[in-house]
């Protein structure tokens, strides 16, 4: 059985990067495999977050997720510390994988800069947390980004080993990437030369997931752009980073690459073609940030789904997670 495990941290402020980067994806791999969706608060705590906020992110991620089309009665979503078998079988391959293995982990130096010695050992072991997430349910593939795949190349190397200490051959499998072609890279509406981000200071930079409809239109409206018409051909947008940027997020939203959009919309001016990226945006994202925003204004609702599925989540990881205690030598009651 092909069982897909994805995972996402509660930051807050979603944007359109987020949707397009990954939620929307799941949103698909439902379509086609057994999914468990896990809002992974435990990742987020590796740097200090503040509990109230904390709260609010993790309601607000899942959210997002159900808005945009996930399905919490026919896929297990819930958040990772609502399953105890994460930190139970974190442990457990804390003691399989090898220091040498962590330090060659890159996200660690890049996430701790110059300050490692006060970085947290939850960022620096959050590796092993990440394959237990994946392994406490047996999952056979993994959606990643670049970013992602030297963590999940570990956890293929935790479950090998796992399998050869405890003689066990193919107990745990060896999870698969999930490539679900090229990452839309969404940059911002003021600078098309930078990502779109929750932390710029300029809201005008970033389509978040609570925009209205009103206010999606006024973004694209105000986005920066050059005083060139668009050209014909793809090559035409070098040197254009905002004209790039557009282009790419109408092609991502319908489907549609960026030559294709081109070859129907060359030779506009960038007044006309907004209107067009205006109908797009509001058409495909104004039901989402309206159930959204429903969700958000329902606490109770989220907080229940959450538990349901957890409820779900714990039917999965816990029979394994209990069979991994034997094999290690653990007295089980």
């Not at 442990?91 to 660690?108: D, E, L, P």
């Not at 994202?285 to 714990?314: C, H, Q, V």
Request: overall charge negative.
């Amino acid at each position: 059985m092909e069982r897909v495990f994805s995972g996402a941290q509660p930051t807050g402020n979603l944007h359109l990067g987020n949707y397009l980067g990954a939620i929307r994806n799941w949103v698909e791999l439902q379509k086609q495999y057994e999914c468990i969706f896990c809002v992974v608060d435990m990742h987020a705590i590796t740097v200090w977050q503040d509990p109230k906020e904390l709260r609010s992110n993790i309601r607000e991620l899942a959210a997002s997720m159900i808005a945009a089309g996930i399905d919490p009665d026919n896929q297990v979503l819930f958040n990772q510390s609502q399953v105890s078998a994460h930190a139970e079988l974190a442990w457990i391959f804390n003691c399989v994988a090898r220091i040498g293995w962590m330090n060659r982990m890159t996200q660690f130096k890049e996430k701790a800069g110059k300050h490692r010695e006060n970085a947290s050992l939850g960022l620096y072991a959050y590796p092993s947390l990440m394959a237990a997430d994946i392994l406490a349910y047996k999952a056979t593939h993994v959606p990643v980004g670049e970013d992602q795949k030297q963590h999940l190349e570990l956890a293929r190397d935790i479950a090998l080993k796992f399998n050869n200490d405890y003689e066990v051959d193919g107990f745990f499998p060896q999870p698969e990437p999930l490539i679900l072609g090229p990452a839309t890279r969404v940059m911002s509406l003021r600078d098309g030369s930078k990502k779109m981000s929750k932390s710029d200071p300029s809201d005008m930079s970033r389509i978040n997931m609570t925009d209205d409809a009103d206010t999606l239109a006024k973004k694209i409206r105000k986005a920066k752009t050059d005083p060139e018409p668009l050209p014909s051909e793809a090559a035409g947008l070098e040197g254009r980073p905002e004209a790039k940027n557009l282009i790419t997020i109408f092609a991502a939203l319908t489907d549609s690459t960026v030559d294709a959009v081109l070859a129907e919309h060359g030779g506009t001016q960038f007044s006309g073609f907004k209107q067009s990226l205006t109908d797009v945006v509001v058409d495909k994202l104004a039901p989402i940030t309206e159930k959204m925003a429903r969700l958000n204004d329902d606490p109770a609702y989220i907080d229940s789904a959450l538990a349901k599925g957890a409820e779900r989540a714990n039917a999965i990881a816990q029979p394994i997670l209990k069979e991994v205690k034997e094999l290690v030598g653990f007295l089980n009651s």
